[in-house]
């Protein structure tokens, strides 16, 4: 099973999605990709209700 992540889905004008089997590699790469494009620091629970399952 993949989770899935979308930048949509929380709200933003951004096309970023991630799919990985991890979580946590998952969560951190979206934890990245938020700190550097849009300059938030995000929980790792907060990234945890974003996942999907795709
Ligand atoms: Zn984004």
Redesign the pocket.
């Given at each position: 099973m993949a989770l899935e992540v979308r930048?949509r889905d929380a709200g933003?004008d951004?096309d970023?999605m991630v799919r990985s089997e991890n979580e946590s590699e998952l969560i951190e790469f979206v934890q990245q990709?938020?700190r550097d494009?849009?300059g938030m620091d995000i929980r790792r629970a907060d990234v945890r209700d974003m996942l999907t399952e795709a």
């Open positions: 930048c933003m951004c970023f990709h938020a494009a849009h």
